[in-house]
């Protein structure tokens, strides 16, 4: 089943600054943010193709299959 997804809905205007007020009263986290170097891309993309997300699999059809091929088949 390609692009599954968990969606949650509010109608709060400003979820983040809320969990925040949350995260800073109970003194735990719940929302963190990685920055991850565009080096690190190649590593990365080859770690979920082992766990079987690809461009095929996210987007089936001829667009999955040739961003997966061009991947696969050169440096880009």
Known sequence: MP???????S?????EGY???IEEKTETIFLKAFDTPFT???????????????AVSIFPGI??????????????
């Open 3 to 9: 692009q599954q997804a968990m969606i949650t809905s």
């Open 19 to 21: 969990i925040k007020s």
């Open 63 to 76: 667009d999955g299959v040739c961003e997966e091929f061009k991947e696969r088949n050169f440096d880009v």
């Open 11 to 15: 109608n709060l205007e400003d979820i």
């Open 40 to 54: 690190e891309a190649p590593e990365a993309m080859k770690d979920l193709a082992f766990m079987g997300i690809t």
